[in-house]
């Protein structure tokens, strides 16, 4: 699991800011899109839209820890502008003349950009190229081409890095200063010159020189390609070559050269600016790992306004004014029912209300379920929907993982939740995707809660489930089409009047911007009066196939009905060229993006990692259905698989390559109970997409296996989603649970790999943890679950475990499953402190009592009582107790024996103490303080109760909740971040015993937890990303990164030795559990059934961890076995 990992490539000098000289220690708004074939179609908004003041925005104290781009996405924040990942390369060449720089341009097509494409595979981009000189410019200007291409790619393929690349000849037009001006305006382009120049020239060619009228060279050309190279000499490639009439020949072997030459220093120029790129974007916030936030649910937040955004720029204050209006205004507590003739009818109510709520502070979650051919689980779209709720409430996002039955509870609570905090409105636009999945439709709603739904089913089953629901038919109104044609001044009269004939009597949004794609088309006599939409969807194709050839737009569309989930621009001129390795990339870039800008009204976008994934409605799956053969949509659907076959997975056409493996022969079961297919695939696709798979795959043919294997990806859908490893561990839950599990699913476990080393469970608990279990709803008890297990001092075979619900404490014997002896009515016990093996300080509410374990007695109770929030505590040695105290300006000293104060520590006036960890030989304690600025470490000598250290960092502040102290108290390390920067990214060890910094580390990511151990000589870092970097205390250089949690984990606990560490997180955004052997760098074992872990401990020797879980009462023992042996019990 582990791999060594070299100092480079986690560790940077530790350098403050400048003002902070040396490290000391003291004792855009989104763009209005196209929305068909845009030369200038963008809808612009009007003088008053542009006036309108600030929106406030809305505040929720349970996610400002988070950057506020993912406060806006949480928030449904549809006003602000949407920040996306970064995922595409696009190079552009612009040449000053085309003719001039044929040669290179075509040259470096064949012999640079292949290497360049692979590079930035290497740093995790697609590439995409594009010949500006190749566009048809119709008579506009370079500039007015590139800003109307630029619109078009930017709502085809989303967020991009800008690669141009200027060919600075000697004949230049006056667009291309235009041109630089206009791209300097752009986030995340990095521009590069070539700037060539010929040499002995004898007479100057028109096509290549700007000549004066007598012949001689206008010298102005050159003066102002100096002027725009002013300021980027390190993007530049100055190359001189010999002229020859007709410009480059690359016969002549100085002109080969020069262009061997122009391909090295270009590529090497181009791969340097993409890796600087990848760097600052990779920097941004939006792009950084969110601790607590999946990089799924980032995904689609961002898809689904995205989606907003588009539509609400592209239709709003066209349609449905007045109907509009009655919607928002309706204030009620039942569900509100929008029905429509067409998608994009409802899609404009559901846009223009997410602008609504974004403006009178609600809080929006809106989701629009996209048109997948076999529909969207309604699983799938609660559980998104849930895992939102989650974050904004502050519970546990493993919640949002239930079965579809629960969601009536789990969903009214969640809403419930939250409408007690904030003014909430739940959009679902497309409730028709669902295909009838609707039973969980809540019948009343919560104060402040609002429901918006969008469909073009028929009603009758939602008035079933919903009888009180409030509905509204949109009515067209004859007068939007006069309306929305008003604000678009580039169409001419002529094509105004074709635009009225097609839409007719039917202003819908679909048909009306259908027609204006139409209407740019240069057949002028043919009539689109009274045509349906199909007739003109006909028609345009027909017209895009004589304007470019039928092949490349018929296999253009023929891909998106390939993908049941979609395509990006960039995969789909892969795949064209991967039919036809004649077809060129920046060719068909052109026709893809024209064909799809053209049908755009009848695509559904959204993203993924910052690219725009384009789906097919069904008007334009059946249009492509009925225009092209059988044949050449499945050629393209055997192609696409197969292509993504050869370069890997892709959840996105998972379920076509399923489908021809089927259809070529194979059966169900051959298909998918293979391990090392279904591993990898569960790993590159996801659980979701597996189920889809498996959901197509039962249509044709269902196999009891086949079920078995849906119902354990959904059973441990939660556990899976955080480890596929876990596959054969579940599968072996799920059949000591089932008695009549199907021979193909028995045999499948069998033909599972043994890993060398991994936990065992009994018969009794993998049976226990096998069934179905619902996940407990927030707020409700754990129904007996443990919630704290500690190892006692000295004896290694025994734990003291305390059960908050249950009101008791008990020491527990994990090798015999008994319970040792027990006290019960303990009142609210919350965190434990061993004095010795036979007594403990225990915190109940907010005192501290002392019992003894042995005979079941109070012995004592310490005076005062703790503060709600800080209730810290440790033990300094078997006669006192260190705690925080209620007003957090002190530390007490107090006696075990008698619960009398013995000392008291102050640091100064009004300084309040926010952390308190005691190093277990009781020598040395540690705290933060909030109040001085910035934040300091203060140290205290237990013994001797005095204040050593005040440590600080010019510059920086500790963040004390994340520290940690070695258990001979000779080390302490600590989390600080510099002042002006939100991301606490620094690690930092103080060497207690003189005070001295004496480690600093700066990890890539930002840090979740961390543990230390003087024993093991290392430091144990989890970081956001999910991976665990593991710290040499001695050489500071990184020993391994161990990869292997899908989300941050908060916690880590060490054996005595420090040589073996589990991970967990008591969140419950990853719901799995591993060992790793510290060392070796190795994971020992991992756990994961999908029920929340509620505590966690080692056994001393590292051999056994226990753990308490959601809704199971008993304490359970994962103990290590090493090539099918268990490793041996300690002695008593």
């Known amino acids: 699991m582990g791999s060594g990992c070299s100092k480079n490539q986690h560790v940077t000098e530790f350098s403050p800011k400048k003002s902070s000289t040396a490290v000391s220690h003291q004792s855009q708004q989104i763009k209005d899109p196209i929305i068909a074939q845009t030369s200038s179609s963008d809808p612009r908004p009007s003088p008053s839209q542009s006036r309108r003041p600030p929106v406030a925005k809305v505040k929720l104290s349970s996610i400002k820890h988070y950057p506020e781009c993912v406060q806006d996405l949480l928030l449904g924040n549809v006003t602000e502008k949407l920040e996306v990942h970064h995922e595409t390369v696009a190079v552009y060449h612009i040449a000053t003349c085309t003719k001039d720089s044929l040669v290179e341009r075509s040259w470096l097509f064949k012999n640079v950009y292949p290497e360049l494409r692979s590079h930035c595979i290497s740093v995790g981009y697609t590439m995409s190229i594009m010949d500006v000189c190749s566009l048809e410019n119709n008579g506009r200007s370079m500039i007015e081409l590139w800003s109307d291409h630029l619109k078009t790619v930017e709502k085809m393929c989303g967020g991009m890095l800008l690669i141009p690349i200027f060919f600075l000849n000697d004949k230049i037009t006056s667009d291309i200063t235009a041109v630089y001006k206009k791209l300097s305006s752009y986030d995340n382009t990095a521009p590069i010159f070539v700037n060539r120049t010929f040499s002995d020239v004898e007479s100057y060619e028109e096509d290549f020189f700007d000549c004066n009228s007598d012949g001689s060279l206008n010298p102005e050309s050159r003066s102002s390609i100096q002027q725009l190279l002013q300021g980027n000499k390190d993007r530049t490639v100055n190359l001189s070559v010999q002229w020859k009439k007709g410009g480059i020949d690359l016969s002549v072997s100085e002109h080969a050269q020069y262009i061997k030459e122009l391909g090295r220093q270009l590529l090497e120029c181009a791969k340097d600016e993409i890796d600087q790129l990848s760097k600052k974007v990779s920097s941004l916030p939006i792009n950084r790992p969110i601790i607590g936030v999946s990089k799924q649910l980032l995904d689609e937040m961002q898809s689904n306004i995205f989606k907003c955004q588009q539509t609400n720029a592209t239709f709003e204050g066209y349609l449905f004014k007045d ?140 008035k079933v489930i919903c009888p009180d629901a409030i509905y509204f038919e949109l009515k067209k109104d004859p007068n939007a089409l006069q309306t929305f044609i008003k604000e678009k001044p580039h169409f001419t009269a002529e094509q105004k009047l074709k635009i009225t004939d097609a839409v007719g ?46 092949e490349a737009v018929a296999m253009t569309l023929c891909c998106l009905t390939a993908a049941n989930c979609g395509l990006k621009v960039s995969e789909i001129c892969d795949i064209l060229h991967y039919v036809d390795s004649n077809i060129t990339h920046p060719s068909y870039f052109t026709i893809i993006l024209n064909v799809f800008a053209t049908v755009a009204p009848l695509l559904f976008f959204n993203i993924a990692q910052g690219e725009v994934i384009l789906h097919a409605t069904g008007p334009l799956r059946q249009a492509v259905e009925s225009r092209y053969t059988a044949e050449e949509i499945d050629l393209i659907a055997v192609k696409t698989a197969e292509y993504f076959s050869k370069h890997g997975i892709n959840s996105r056409v998972l379920v076509t390559q399923v489908m021809l493996a089927v259809s070529n022969g194979g059966s169900n079961e051959e298909t998918f109970l293979k391990y090392h297919w279904l591993s990898q695939t569960l790993q590159t696709c996801g659980v979701k997409s597996m189920l889809h798979a498996l959901v197509a795959a039962n249509a044709k043919k269902e196999t009891k296996s086949l079920k078995e294997l849906k119902d354990v990806l959904e059973q441990y859908t939660c556990a899976l989603t955080a480890d596929s490893q876990l596959l054969p561990a579940v599968l072996q ?49 754990q129904s007996g679950s443990p919630n704290g297990i500690y190892r006692l001092r000295k004896d290694k075979r025994h734990v003291l475990v305390i059960n908050k619900s249950k009101q008791e404490v008990y020491v527990y014997d994990p090798y015999k499953a008994e319970v040792v002896c027990k006290i019960q009515g303990v009142n609210e016990p919350k965190n434990v402190c061993m004095i010795d093996d036979n007594r403990a300080v225990i915190l109940c509410v907010r005192e501290l009592m002392v019992y003894n374990l042995k005979n079941g007695e109070l012995e004592s109770k310490m005076k005062g009582a703790l503060n709600l929030q800080h209730p810290y505590f440790g033990v300094q040695d078997d006669g006192h107790v260190v705690s925080l105290s209620r007003n957090r300006m002190y530390v007490n000293i107090m006696e075990i024996k008698t619960g009398d104060m013995a000392a008291t520590f102050k640091v100064g006036e009004d300084r309040f103490l926010n952390s308190l960890s005691v190093s277990q030989n009781g020598k040395i304690c540690v705290c933060g303080d909030e109040v001085q600025k910035p934040f300091p470490l203060l140290v205290w000598d237990l013994p001797n109760r005095k204040l050593i250290y005040d440590l600080r960092i010019p510059g920086h502040e500790f963040i004390t909740n994340m520290s940690a102290i070695t258990n001979d108290g000779r080390f302490v390390v600590c989390v600080c971040k510099e002042v002006d920067d939100p991301y606490p990214n620094f690690l930092i060890v103080y060497d207690l015993d003189t005070g001295q910094l004496y480690k600093k580390w700066q990890p890539q990511f930002e840090t979740s937890a961390v543990a230390i151990s003087s024993e093991g000589q290392c430091v144990v870092n989890a970081l956001a990303d999910g991976s665990i970097i593991v710290w040499d205390l001695i050489s500071g250089v990184a020993r391994h990164t161990l990869p292997g949690h899908s989300m941050a984990v908060r916690n880590l606990v060490l054996d005595n030795a420090g040589e073996r560490c589990v991970s967990w997180d008591s969140t419950g955004c990853d719901v799995t559990l591993k060992l790793w052997h510290l060392k070796k760098g190795l994971c020992l074992g991992r756990f994961g059934c999908g029920q929340p872990i509620t505590c966690c401990e080692i056994s001393a020797d590292g051999s056994m961890v226990l753990i308490g879980l959601a809704q199971v009462d008993e304490v359970i023992a994962l103990r290590v076995t090493t090539n099918g042996q268990l490793e041996p019990e300690p002695k008593l």
């Open 505 to 550: 009597k039917c202003p819908l949004p679909s048909t009306m911007c259908l027609a204006m794609a139409i209407a740019r088309l240069p057949d002028t006599n043919y009539s689109l009066a009274g045509k349906t939409l199909p007739e003109q969807l006909q028609y345009l194709m027909e017209q895009l196939e004589c304007h470019y050839n039928r």
């Open 733 to 781: 839950l799920y059949c000591a649970a089932h008695d009549s599990c199907s021979e193909g699913i028995l045999s499948f476990v069998k033909a599972c790999p043994q890993e060398p080393s991994s936990f065992h469970l009994t018969s009794q608990q993998m049976s226990l943890l096998g069934k179905k279990s619902k996940i407990p709803i927030t707020g409700q008890s």
């Open 323 to 462: 109907q509009l209006n009655d919607i928002i205004s309706c204030d009620t507590d039942r569900p509100l029912v929008v029905h429509g003739e067409d998608d994009i009818s409802c899609s404009v109510i559901s846009a223009a209300y997410a602008v609504h709520a974004a403006k009178n502070n609600f809080a929006c979650v809106i989701r629009y379920i996209p048109p997948l051919a076999n529909g969207l689980p309604a699983r799938d779209l609660l559980q998104s929907i849930g895992q939102q709720l989650c974050l904004l409430c502050n519970v546990s996002p493993c919640y949002a993982y239930q079965e579809i039955d629960d969601y009536v509870d789990i969903f009214n609570d969640l809403l419930s939740k939250m409408g007690a905090m904030q003014n909430l409105v739940v959009i679902i636009d497309g409730l028709s995707g669902l295909f009838g999945q609707i039973e969980w439709l809540p019948k009343s709603l919560p104060k402040k809660v609002k429901l918006v739904i969008t469909t073009t089913d028929d009603l009758s089953k939602i």
